[in-house]
């Protein structure tokens, strides 16, 4: 199937279309700026990028306009539309509502709108591309794909916060998880190449890249995750704090005068790697200070490792050991020094990996040794190829 896989922010798309029987993307693009008179979009056929400036001043002009190229004789792959087999929408948060994905019904679009006070950021974007699409495209089957729906599996006495349970039943205050299509994918993935059947294997998954999370997964299924009610949970990020004592925010409003609003500013944008090393959020810029002897910048990459660690620890416990860890995301796959510097600290449990194998970026393979007790390896996600197979098997 031919599928076309967008990703709706609420000023930016992002989108593939995707051959789902050679797992090939035929295109892809990225439309920034929407809603403003200088938006653009970035489309990339062949490996060669075409800048189109063009002023969507919403998400129906913006898709309408790549519907445009992906028709185009020269920037497109399709005569016409009628050789788009599907669209698969990835949307953040599903709640409780959805446990797999779906396809996209008036019911459907009504449930993620109900969700949107659990992501306010995202899901109310998500559903500028759907709403978008119906119109352009009205007769196409549309799928929902949830970020939050592979946690679905993770048993209640791992997702109940200790706070009064009325809060879980009047408003759902519990842990979800995110990074799910990544974690799937992921897990899926290092279970093929190890040629093991996913049932056998306990795997925890380190997505590290600005978001970051990690994941136990047991018999294919996700058992416990780092992030919770929102994605500022878990590890620390680029910009996001990660788990803290809960009265550092309340203490911190009264010390400063903080309103809600710049708090959680705070928390999600000034916080994490940033916050710390006061060097950047990019992971290579605080790598590069930390080897010029910024402390600070050493500082929050030892808490951020630390942290991953023991992450690993806990999820070791959750599903009673663990067989194989892996590595993805823009940290996860690029950064030896980081990989290296997490794997040091689990040499308790046995880890251990190759130097000179852990010496790469962004490439597929296995980086333990033969005598590492666990298996460790770096496996690129593909969130929109999960994507694009969740939708296949949702229509089939
Ligand atoms: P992502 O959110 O998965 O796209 O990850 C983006 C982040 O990956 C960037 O902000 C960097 O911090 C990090 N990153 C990318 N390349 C490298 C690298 N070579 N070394 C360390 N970190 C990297």
């Known amino acids: 199937m031919k599928i076309l896989v967008l990703n709706s922010g609420s000023s930016s798309l992002k989108y593939q279309v995707i051959d789902t029987k050679t797992e090939e993307t035929l295109v892809q693009g990225y439309y920034e700026r929407i809603g403003q008179p200088n938006a653009f979009l970035t489309h990339k056929l062949n490996g060669e990028k075409h800048k189109f400036e063009y002023p969507a001043m919403n998400h129906e002009t913006a898709i309408q306009f790549v519907m445009e190229k992906l028709t185009s004789e020269e920037y497109g792959v399709f005569k016409t539309l009628d050789e788009l087999d599907a669209v698969g929408h990835r949307v953040v948060h599903g709640g409780e509502t959805f446990k797999d994905a779906v396809l996209i019904t008036d019911e459907v679009v009504k449930g993620i709108k109900e969700n949107a006070s659990l992501a306010p950021l995202h899901n109310p974007a998500a559903i500028l591309g759907i709403e978008a699409c119906q119109k352009i495209i009205p007769n196409k089957p549309m799928v929902a794909v949830f970020d939050t729906a592979f946690h679905q599996t993770i048993p209640e006495e791992r997702y109940i916060y200790s706070i009064p349970y009325e809060y879980y039943k009047k408003y759902g205050v519990r842990k979800y998880g995110f990074h799910g299509t990544s974690h799937q994918y992921v897990s899926g993935r290092v279970a093929e190449l190890i040629g093991k059947d996913i049932k056998d294997l306990k795997i925890i998954n ?15 299924k996700s058992v416990e995750t780092s992030m919770g009610l929102t994605p500022l949970g878990g590890i620390p990020m680029g910009t996001r ?3 803290l004592d809960p009265s550092i925010v309340t203490f911190l409003m009264k010390k400063e005068n903080l309103d809600i609003a710049s708090i959680e500013n705070i928390l999600n944008k000034q916080s994490g790697v940033y916050g710390i090393s006061e060097v950047s959020n990019d992971f290579r810029d605080i790598e590069n200070a930390a080897l010029e002897g910024n402390k600070q910048a050493k500082l929050a990459l030892d808490v951020y490792h630390y942290d991953v660690a023991c992450y690993i620890a806990k999820y070791a416990v959750a599903m009673g050991g663990v067989d194989v860890i892996t590595f993805t995301a823009g940290i996860g796959e690029n950064s030896p020094f980081s990989r290296n510097e997490i794997c040091k600290q689990l040499k ?9 194998l852990n010496n790469v970026r962004g490439k597929e393979r296995e980086i333990s040794t033969p005598n590492s007790k666990i298996k460790v390896f770096i496996v690129p996600t593909n969130e929109e190829l999960m994507i694009a197979k969740e939708t296949e098997r949702v229509l089939k």
Not at 206 to 220: F, N, V, W
Not at 348 to 356: K, L, Q, R
Request: with cysteine; charged share 25%; aromatic share 4%.
């Open 348 to 356: 308790c449990f046995g880890v251990e990996i190759d130097e000179e």
């Open 206 to 220: 380190c997505h590290l890249g600005q978001g970051a999370s990690i994941c136990a997964i047991k018999d294919g």
């Open 241 to 243: 704090s990660g788990d």
